[in-house]
């Protein structure tokens, strides 16, 4: 069994631990609203953790998701509603610009040699103030228009009375997919592996590094506007202040824990998933038990990406000592 395999086990192992905990606590938690709810949000920030999986498999970071989303969710009904445009131009616009941005990214991180780091970061100012600027810093809506369109946020299938299948959910698969057949099926996606174990190596065996990691980014920032369109949907409005605030966080840690090693090279998909639904699962303990404060939700979060890099480095450790032990053996 692999080491990847073995911390998706154990996220699963905890995301259960978790979930019969909270049900234990609160009579809420195995209701047919909350958990449609848990589904719906476990999908959105699912599609934006695979995404934050990408560049983290090629030993980057992106903390410009949630700007992105910002951005993105803002100028979809901006675009809707005051400009008149039709869905079929909006979508495409604002999904397009977020494969822009992280064209953009690539490019400055692999053409102009800047950390990873600096130019996200400078993106996570740079994309909220230019949503906050083209609003007017004001909270923009759909005004009851588009329920069609509207459908792939809030909407669902019905599967029985009172339960139906978050629309989201559908999307998550299709993404989920996509990304496990371009990962583990394609000779691109073991370049991604390779270039996060080992960049030098990787070039050196004839891999064109930098065009691989630019696909990453571009990668990320496509499902980050995926992942903004598909919230605005399903919220109705977005206040650009403070809409995707954080999330990058959330994508960050969902990937972490579901096995991707923030020294690049490792990742799985499913893993991913799991991570992202036990992050919405933490979040929903927080808000259901009565005795857990709501305000400790950002350090549960801290905690979860710590305890994730701990767990790597605690494996990464045991992983060499074995080797040596064996080459002592074999010696």
């Known amino acids: 069994m692999s080491a990847s395999t073995k911390k998706v086990l154990g996220v699963f192992g905890l ?19 909350n958990i449609e709810n848990l589904m719906r949000r476990t999908a959105l920030f699912g599609i934006i953790s695979i995404g934050a999986a990408f560049v983290i498999i090629v030993g980057g970071i992106d903390l410009s998701i949630g700007s992105v989303i910002a951005l993105v969710g803002c100028l979809l009904p901006w675009l809707l509603t005051q400009h008149g445009w039709s869905p079929w131009a909006a979508v495409p616009f604002v999904l397009g ?36 600027g083209i609003t007017g810093d004001q909270t923009v809506g759909f005004q009851g228009n588009h329920p069609d369109l509207r459908f792939f946020g809030d909407g669902g299938i019905p599967i029985t009375e009172s339960f139906a299948l978050p629309a989201p959910v559908l999307v998550l698969v299709a993404v989920a997919v996509l990304s496990i057949v371009f990962l583990r099926m394609t000779v691109w996606g073991r370049w991604m ?8 190596a990787a070039r050196h065996s004839g891999i064109s590094t930098s065009t691989m990691t630019i696909l990453a980014y571009t990668i990320c920032a496509g499902l980050s506007g995926l992942g903004g369109v598909l ?22 840690a969902a990937a972490v824990l579901g096995g991707c090693s923030l020294r690049g090279g490792e990742g799985a998909v499913i893993g991913v998933i799991i991570g992202a639904a ?54």
Request: charged share 15%; proline share 1%.
């Open 15 to 33: 995301l259960m631990v978790t979930c019969i905990a909270t049900s234990i606590f609160s009579d809420v938690f195995l209701s047919s609203f």
């Open 97 to 132: 610009l977020g494969l822009l941005l992280g064209l953009l990214h690539g490019l400055l991180i692999t053409r102009l040699g800047i950390q990873p780091f600096i130019v996200t970061l400078c993106g996570l100012l740079i994309y909220r103030g230019l949503a906050r």
């Open 193 to 200: 592996f390779a270039i996060g174990r080992s960049e030098s």
């Open 231 to 252: 919230f605005v949907l399903y919220v109705g409005s977005a206040q650009p202040v403070d809409f995707g605030s954080f999330y990058e966080l959330y994508a960050i």
């Open 278 to 331: 036990l992050m919405q699962v933490l979040r929903n303990a927080i808000t259901l038990i009565d005795w857990i404060n709501d305000n400790v939700e950002f350090a549960v979060i801290g905690v979860v990406i710590l305890a994730g890099v701990m767990a790597d480095e605690v494996l990464r450790r045991a992983l060499a000592a074995r080797m040596v032990r064996q080459q002592r053996k074999q010696a």
